[in-house]
């Protein structure tokens, strides 16, 4: 089966540390991958969707200076949290689809991110 | 705003007897449905998937059902095994949504042996 990789599993930093987490897609190609947020006992909520070789495409009320991503290759798209402060901790998961839209996306095992 | 609402946090169930979870919706035009499964401290894992052309989709002890007047659509396991135990997700998406799915809050399943 599809299999995304993601790394960090946990990351704890002082403030003001910008923090970087990768995803893999590591049998497929994934022309697409997302990046999602989910606080304690909430869904998960999409933050933006990458295209390979393209700009990103956030959603309503996520600062994209912020959270910066990046998706050079058709198997990695990397998330990268600026100046990180602890507001922005949180368990942040990407996903990966190799398909069309009608295809389900692929989870990475999320990155558990700890600002001091 | 919630779309896609998980009523029930938690369910408990007997090992081999059926586990059901439900998720309602409010946009009818929703018009694909997936179920992900989730371990503690593991991304979430595709279970099942339904369009709305259909009403039931099974697949092997899992099979979900969709009643699209009710904006419904729950979740079947039989028989229900330890293993089963995890956060299961229903998420929906549709042709306004692009690439989005929305997912509900999530219901905790525990199978006791």
């Known amino acids: 089966g599809a299999v995304v990789s993601q790394h960090p599993s946990r990351v704890i930093c002082k403030s003001g540390t910008s923090v970087k987490i990768e995803c893999r897609s590591l049998?497929?190609?994934?022309?697409?991958m997302f990046w999602y947020r989910q606080f304690p006992k909430q869904s998960l909520m999409l933050m933006a969707t990458s295209n390979e070789g393209s700009k990103a495409t956030y959603e309503q009320g996520v600062e994209k200076d912020k959270f910066l991503i990046n998706h050079a290759s058709l198997t990695l798209s990397t998330l990268t949290v600026t100046s990180a402060h602890p507001e922005d901790s949180s368990f942040y998961i990407c996903?990966?689809?190799?398909?069309?839209?009608?295809?389900?996306?692929?989870f990475g095992d999320g990155t558990r991110l700890s600002i001091l | 705003d919630q779309q896609v609402k998980q009523n029930s946090p938690s369910l408990s169930v007997q090992e081999g007897r059926i586990s059901i979870l439900n998720c309602d919706y409010t946009n009818s035009m929703f018009d694909y449905f997936l179920w992900y499964k989730k371990y503690p401290a593991e991304g979430p894992t595709f279970l099942i998937s339904i369009s709305s052309i259909k009403d039931k989709n099974e697949d092997g002890r899992f099979t979900v059902f969709l009643n699209k007047s009710a904006k419904h659509l729950s979740l079947h396991i039989v028989p229900s095994q330890p293993g089963d135990s995890a956060v299961y997700f229903c998420?929906?998406?549709?042709?306004?949504?692009?690439?989005?799915?929305?997912f509900g809050t999530g219901t905790s399943l525990t199978v006791i042996p």
């Open positions: 998420a929906a998406s549709g042709p306004f949504t692009g690439n989005q799915f929305y």
């Open positions: 996903s990966a689809r190799d398909g069309t839209a009608d295809q389900p996306q692929h």
């Open positions: 049998d497929f190609q994934a022309t697409t």
